[in-house]
C-alpha cells in the first residue's frame, strides 16, 4: 500500500505553460507539504496545509497555489512555468496528533521545465 | 536564521566499518524534533531515526544511532557495520511545534566495498 502518493512522477514541460502536480496520502494524516529539492539537492518547505487550512506559506511565487480539496490530499498548481521551477517536487504528511510529527514523504516529481 | 548544518558534504567508509555524521542546529525553542532522512538513488525519502529533544536518552534503530547534545545543538548520526545499501544522501532536519521543518543540505554517503 502506498502511503503517499504523487503523480506524476515526471513531468517534461515548456516555459509558459500551467502545470498541477497532485498528492494523496492514506495514512489518515491531518498536515501536509510541499517541499522543492533543487538541483544541488537542497530541501526546503514551500507550504503546510492542516485540516485543509494554509498553516505555513514560505516565500514562494505567487505562480504556485495549493489547493487542498481535503485532508488526504493536496495538490499543487504552478502557472506560468519558468526555468527556475525544474526541480524535484516532494509530498509530505504528518499527523499533528502523533507523539513524534515524523513527515512520510511520497517518491517525488521530477520536474523539468524547457 | 533557524538553521540545520552538515559539515560533511561527502563521506566515504569501508564496508563493515563505522562512520558518523555530523549535524548542528540553531533553535531558540526548548521543544522540537530531530530527525535525520536517507535518500537513496530511487530519490524517496526515508525516515532512518527520530530524536524527541526532551529525552536525553540517545535513539537507536538497529544499526543507526544518534549522539545528541542538546546543550551544543548537536545531532550526529553513526552507522555501524556500514552495508552497500546505505549509500545514499543523508539529511538533518529539525522541527519545531510550529510544525515547520528544516532540513541541512546533505551528506552523500558512499560505501567503499
Known amino acids: 500500500d502506498t502511503a503517499v502518493s504523487q503523480t506524476p512522477k515526471y513531468l517534461v514541460t515548456q516555459m509558459g505553460n500551467d502545470k498541477s502536480i497532485k498528492c494523496e496520502q492514506n495514512?489518515?494524516?491531518?498536515?501536509m507539504y510541499w517541499y522543492k529539492q533543487d538541483s544541488k539537492k537542497f530541501l526546503k518547505i514551500m507550504f503546510s496545509?492542516?485540516?485543509?487550512?494554509?498553516?505555513i506559506n514560505e516565500t514562494v511565487p505567487n505562480r504556485f497555489s495549493p489547493k487542498s480539496p481535503d485532508k488526504a490530499h493536496l495538490n499543487l498548481h504552478i502557472n506560468s512555468l519558468e526555468l527556475g521551477d525544474s526541480a524535484v517536487y516532494f509530498c509530505?504528511?504528518?499527523?499533528?496528533?502523533?507523539?513524534?510529527?515524523?513527515?512520510?514523504f511520497g517518491p517525488g516529481t521530477r520536474l523539468t521545465v524547457t | 536564521a533557524q538553521t540545520v548544518t552538515q559539515s560533511q558534504p561527502e563521506m566515504s567508509v569501508q564496508e563493515a566499518e563505522t562512520v558518523t555524521l555530523s549535524c548542528t542546529y540553531d533553535t531558540s525553542e526548548s521543544d522540537y524534533y530531530l530527525f535525520w532522512y536517507k535518500q537513496p538513488p530511487s530519490r524517496q525519502m526515508i525516515l532512518v531515526i527520530r530524536?524527541?529533544?526532551?529525552?536525553?536518552q540517545n535513539a537507536t534503530e538497529n544499526r543507526f544511532s544518534v549522539n545528541f547534545q542538546k546543550a551544543a545543538k548537536s545531532f550526529s548520526l553513526k552507522i555501524s557495520d556500514s552495508q552497500l545499501g546505505d549509500a545514499a544522501m543523508y539529511f538533518c532536519?529539525?522541527?519545531?511545534?510550529?510544525?515547520?521543518?528544516?532540513f541541512g543540505k546533505g551528506t552523500r554517503l558512499h560505501i567503499l566495498p
Open positions: 495514512l489518515g494524516h491531518d498536515t
Open positions: 496545509y492542516n485540516n485543509k487550512e494554509l498553516i
Open positions: 509530505a504528511s504528518s499527523s499533528t496528533g502523533a507523539d513524534s510529527y515524523e513527515q512520510y
Open positions: 532536519a529539525r522541527m519545531n511545534r510550529d510544525d515547520k521543518i528544516i
Open positions: 530524536q524527541e529533544a526532551y529525552k536525553q
